[in-house]
């Protein structure tokens, strides 16, 4: 309802702009020809009234073949009528005579007393007062996720899994087709009719078959976060393309958006590492081979380990056009500014339009970016023993990414989920995925050429990367879960004394002693040492009463209603607009204007902008 009342507001903000623009450029076209003298047009807003000129008034259809009505009063109407529903369901919501919702927040005075409550067995049934979380912001709350019994979150858990399963699945179909163009020149030969593509020039069927597969499946992989985080949020199956992966992750029972980041991470690298890697691999190796497979089905396996060193050629290029194309246009963002420029030129109907487009950031998924680049990694593992010179196209590739990103995390980027910097050891931990693909090649190519020693050592390496796996999970997952309550003791002897008890002193520290700080970094790399390195002078955020309040109340129970923003004429008719409009929604047409060409212009840098305002720090 809520936000039936925001699209009510927005139409009627458009169509009284709409309905200004025109009564604007009406009289300014009649005062050109001399039909109004411009004295006369000065009083207009007691007057001469914008209609009175034959301003065409903004109107619309109720139904497909209904009866066009006046939409700036059919808006008023409506908007009257349902801001006082929304009014008296909020006075009720806040009042507690709603439904309570299956979940709590509690507000601890201090950070240690949270994790003694979230370290602490609650209840001795099981599913009731679980999960728990700590460090939730109120932005970062996805509601439709609170009011979930225990078995309906295993449900729809198994259900979403299941469902990104079979996605693994049927999306290896383009992945492999697209593999197989990479070795374009194998399949013109089994095909006859793709034959003209041998006659095209060198250069046209290179692009074919390094620019066009690398491109296609980027592509190709840029849709499945978009699906993963759909299913998140909510269980509506395709309303539309950008909502689907998020419906997944909310539905599925996961109580707060750093947590749908955190799925949709491990749910796309799943999709990278099938689709891009081992498909894609598979699929360029055996087309390279498809003529010899046919002939002889039983040498399978040989031709495979032959021509896997093959699809390296593929992977320089998808090396390349990641460092190159993703490095250059997250720098120069021509297609942002290109649809900034499109945008605030065809779609600016109201103020509010070409505020947004100018205030708004440009955000980042975590869950969209880290897989791509963690899969790059695995590739690179795992072929650094099958073909080593792909790490230093893969070095290239990651070294622009990593420039260019760090460049538009400080000016470009604005992060609105905070994951608390859970996706990088999580990302660290996909790592070891490349590690164990390149101890399996190594194990197969060996047990092929019938090498037993060399298959038994890597067996071996092998068992034991899985035991060191699993010791570091046991020994990293509480770090990442809860926080040490020795922490405290830590920071309590580093303000008591001037200078940190582990402070590490560069000078006098001998050379090889730097060495042995990547091997120890319990040692080097402390809480005293690192917390050096953390601002202390972070002056704390004061909440008014109001805020302290509705922090955790859902938005829409608190929200109120927007304020329209209206462009200013120099005739009045924003001003009557303003008069006949304030005694139903607050209206506003200070700030922005209309030039002598009728466009709307306004102050990107007042500090009063009806639409500015300080957001609030959680």
């Not at 390094?210 to 849709?223: D, K, T």
């Not at 339009?353 to 899969?375: D, H, M």
């Not at 099958?386 to 990651?398: E, M, R, S, T």
């Not at 070891?432 to 101890?439: F, V």
Request: glycine share 4%; aromatic share 12%.
């Amino acid at each position: 309802m809520v936000d039936q009342r925001d699209r009510l507001a927005e139409k009627l903000e458009t169509a009284e702009t709409k309905l200004i623009r025109r009564a604007n450029k009406v009289r300014t076209q009649a005062i050109k020809t001399g039909e109004l003298n411009i004295d006369t047009c000065l009083d207009c807003e007691s007057s001469n009234p914008a209609w009175s000129h034959k301003v065409e008034r903004p109107m619309h259809r109720l139904r497909l073949f209904g009866e066009k009505v006046d939409s700036i009063h059919w808006y008023r109407a409506e908007l009257a009528k349902k801001t006082e529903e929304v009014s008296n369901l909020q006075a009720k919501h806040q009042n507690g005579e709603a439904k309570q919702l299956s979940a709590i927040f509690v507000e601890f005075n201090s950070q240690a007393d949270a994790q003694i409550a979230l370290q602490t067995l609650s209840h001795h049934q099981p599913f009731h007062m679980t999960p728990r979380f700590t460090g939730v912001s109120p932005r970062e709350v996805v509601w439709s996720a609170l009011n979930l019994s225990g078995w309906q979150r295993i449900v729809r858990r198994f259900a979403v899994q299941g469902f990104l399963a079979a996605m693994v699945i049927f999306w290896s179909f383009p992945a492999a087709i697209v593999g197989a163009i990479s070795n374009i020149t194998y399949i013109c030969k089994l095909i006859p009719f793709l034959g003209f593509i041998l006659d095209l020039p060198d250069f046209i069927r290179g692009a074919i078959e390094g620019l066009l597969p690398a491109a296609a499946l980027a592509a190709l992989m840029s849709l499945v976060p978009i699906i993963c985080r759909s299913m998140l949020s909510k269980f509506v199956f395709l309303r539309t393309i950008a909502n689907f992966y998020t419906v997944c992750a909310r539905r599925a029972g996961v109580p707060s958006k750093a947590r749908v980041e955190l799925f949709t991470q491990s749910a796309h690298f799943v999709f990278q590492v099938v689709q891009v890697f081992l498909v894609t691999t598979l699929t360029s190796a055996a087309s390279a081979a498809t003529a010899q497979i046919i002939k002889d089905p039983l040498s399978v396996k040989d031709l495979l380990a032959q021509n896997l060193p093959k699809a390296t050629n593929f992977y320089i290029s998808y090396f390349l056009l990641q460092g190159l194309s993703m490095s250059s246009m997250a720098l120069v963002q021509i297609v942002s500014a290109l649809v900034f420029k499109f945008v605030t030129t065809f779609f600016a109907y109201s103020p509010r339009r070409l505020f947004q487009g100018w205030a708004e950031l440009a955000s980042l998924s975590w869950g969209n970016v880290f897989p791509i680049f963690t899969n790059m990694a695995v590739i690179a593992l795992t072929y650094s023993c099958i073909a080593p010179l792909i790490l230093g196209f893969a070095f290239l590739g990651l070294y622009l990414v990593y420039q260019a990103y760090r460049y538009n995390f400080l000016f470009v980027y604005e992060i609105q989920v905070d994951t608390k910097g859970l996706v990088y050891p999580r990302a660290l931990q996909h790592l070891l995925t490349g590690l164990y693909l390149a101890e399996i090649c190594l194990i197969g190519l060996c047990a092929i050429k019938g090498a037993v020693g060399p298959v038994i050592i890597m067996a071996l390496f092998m068992v034991g990367n899985i035991l060191a796996h699993m010791s570091l999970n046991d020994a990293l997952a509480p770090l990442n879960t809860f926080l040490p309550r020795s922490l405290d003791v830590e920071e309590e002897l580093l303000q008591e004394k001037e200078e940190a008890v582990a402070a590490i002193n560069e000078e006098r520290r001998p050379r090889a002693m730097a060495f042995w700080r990547w091997f120890h970094p319990n040692v080097y790399k402390d809480y005293a040492a690192l917390r050096q390195k953390v601002r202390r002078d972070v002056e704390g955020v004061c909440y008014t009463p109001e805020e302290m309040r509705t922090a955790y109340f859902e938005p829409c129970v608190a929200s109120p209603p927007p304020t329209l923003w209206i462009p200013r004429d120099k005739w009045g008719f924003s001003s009557h607009e303003v008069m006949e409009t304030d005694s139903i929604i607050s209206i506003t047409d200070e700030g922005a204007h209309l030039n002598e060409k009728n466009k709307i212009v306004w102050d990107k840098y007042d500090p009063h902008l009806p639409l500015r305002e300080l957001k609030t720090l959680y």
